[in-house]
T-cell receptor, first 112, second 114 residues
């Protein structure tokens, strides 16, 4: 079945450092790909998404490109801030039921 | 403001007790979902509903039950058959089933066993 694998955390960076969180997927069809962010004690919020190959999703300085050839959707940010500290989930959504498959999550801590 | 609400924020369950978690949305979304989140793990699908009066089991439905009597409501009951219910429960919804639609999440309910 469909699945998502993302890099294990935790990840600790200094403010203004470059961030990459790797995500690869396995799917039989042509899924949509998502990055969600979860702040402590809260639900998930959509960070960005891409619905077809070579699409780039971007939001709040974060970017991810849908790479069909490498089945990847890596999350990047050029300069992280303390406020980016959270858990990041990579996910895919595919037909027919549109239920999401989530990675295990990567906890990011940014230190001043 | 449109959104998804979940209540209560914290819920305590005694041994052998059934408890019900509330999920309400005013987004006019068709599909609704329940996920369970355990520490250090991703979300696992418990049940989903594509339309009123219809719902399907997800990957870990055992020990749980749901109903979908109204479009805006999708309550989850954690029964006494669920032997390890301590987790963070998240409700989500989407407008339709196209496969491209974002899932919108509620703030979650943390269930603890006394």
């Amino acid at each position: 079945g469909d699945s998502v694998t993302q890099m294990e955390g935790p990840v600790t960076l200094s403010e203004e450092a470059f961030l990459t969180i790797n995500c690869t997927y396995t799917a039989t069809g042509y899924p949509s790909l998502f990055w969600y962010v979860q702040y402590p004690g809260e639900g998930l919020q959509l960070l960005l998404k891409a619905t077809k190959a070579d699409d780039k999703g971007s939001n709040k300085g974060f970017e991810a490109t849908y790479r069909k050839e490498t089945t990847s959707f890596h999350l990047e940010k050029g300069s992280v801030q303390v406020s980016d500290s959270a858990v990041y989930f990579c996910a895919l959504s595919d037909l027919p039921n549109n239920d999401m498959r989530f990675g295990a999550g990567t906890r990011l801590t940014v230190k001043p | 403001d449109g959104g998804i609400t979940q209540s209560p924020k914290y819920l305590f369950r005694k041994e052998g007790q059934n408890v019900t978690l509330s999920c309400e949305q005013n987004l006019n979304h068709d599909a609704m979902y329940w996920y369970r989140q355990d520490p250090g793990q991703g979300l696992r699908l418990i049940y989903y509903s594509q339309i009123v009066n219809d719902f399907q089991k997800g990957d870990i439905a055992e020990g749980y039950s749901v109903s979908r009597e109204k479009k805006e409501s999708f309550p989850l009951t954690v029964t006494s058959a669920q032997k390890n219910p301590t987790a963070f429960y998240l409700c989500a919804s989407t407008p339709n089933l196209s496969g491209e639609e974002t899932q919108y999440f509620g703030p979650g309910t943390r269930l603890l066993v006394l």
